[in-house]
């Protein structure tokens, strides 16, 4: 692995969009190789099986990419397929989920006693966050609910389902009230943040992996002597497993610049 070779990422949809800008945004001098498995979206309502096969799928696309860092942007991706893939990419790419940083956050916030995690059925039937919180936080109350139509609803962006109510629904669930903290345990959740802010009245602290992934990969690389100092532009590469004119539009709200989008087949 050197420097100059690319950050892998990927996700099924534009939920690792907003993590791949956040990358951009912290780590302006690296090139980006993104992985959008559109032909499966969502992975949320996979089996483990099918979810372990797409992501080794794409992994295996990655390292013919040379990615010395991969990124897995999805939450029940990195949930289900973590372990599997960090012995797959074992001194060949450094690789990095969504759900460690937050936990690391977690962790280190004494004001946080009852929290919230809403995700897909994979993640919260995985009880990934639950698990991982409860090893040094056991003080904090952790309530979970799966919320398998939002992901789905945010791909769409129909504002006409958005006043059906289905966030709110959700949100005012009995098995998540009264918390002082909610995890937004999808990474298409963070697009619908100030909808859920609002519901809140802003009484209840939101957390995202996008404010805590570009610091956690930053401070890997440096460690490992893989960060990126030339300032010398290098290009993106964004990759779907099924093009639409409709996902080509949603990188827009990523990356205003024009994004070419090429359709691979690695299934």
């Given at each position: 692995m050197n420097s100059e070779q690319p950050i892998g990422i990927f996700d099924s949809g534009i939920g690792g969009l907003t993590i791949a800008a956040a990358i951009n945004e912290t780590l302006p001098n690296?090139?980006?190789?993104?992985?959008?498995?559109?032909?499966?979206?969502?992975?949320?309502?996979?089996?483990?099986?099918?979810?372990?096969?797409?992501?080794?799928?794409?992994?295996?696309?990655?390292?013919?990419?040379?990615?010395?860092?991969?990124?897995?942007?999805c939450n029940s991706a990195s949930a289900i397929a973590y372990d599997f893939l960090e012995k797959k990419t074992h001194k060949k790419s450094l690789l990095f989920n969504v759900i460690n940083p937050l936990i690391k956050y977690i962790e280190k916030d004494i004001n946080i006693k009852n929290i919230g995690i809403i995700g897909t059925n994979a993640t919260i039937s995985s009880n990934v966050y639950q698990k991982s919180i409860k090893l040094t936080r056991k003080d904090i109350n952790v309530k979970s609910l799966a919320t398998p139509l939002l992901a789905s609803l945010i791909e769409e962006n129909n504002q006409k389902l958005y006043q059906k109510g289905i966030v709110e629904t959700y949100l005012s669930d009995n098995t998540i009230k009264n918390i002082d903290t909610l995890v937004l345990g999808c990474t298409h959740y963070p697009l619908i943040e100030s909808i859920i802010s609002k519901y809140y009245n802003e009484n209840v602290k939101i957390l995202s992996s996008l404010n805590h992934i570009g610091n956690e990969v930053k401070q890997k690389l440096q460690q490992n002597k893989?960060?990126?100092?030339?300032?010398?532009?290098?290009?993106?590469?964004?990759?779907?497993?099924?093009?639409?004119?409709?996902?080509?539009?949603?990188?827009?709200?990523?990356?205003?610049?024009?994004?070419?989008?090429?359709?691979?087949n690695i299934f």
């Open positions: 690296e090139q980006i190789i993104y992985f959008g498995d559109t032909q499966h979206l969502p992975y949320g309502d996979k089996s483990n099986k099918k979810i372990l096969f797409y992501s080794d799928r794409i992994v295996e696309f990655l390292l013919k990419k040379k990615c010395k860092a991969i990124i897995i942007a893989l960060l990126r100092f030339s300032q010398n532009k290098l290009k993106h590469n964004f990759y779907v497993s099924d093009y639409t004119s409709h996902f080509q539009q949603k990188t827009k709200l990523f990356f205003p610049s024009s994004i070419i989008l090429k359709e691979e």
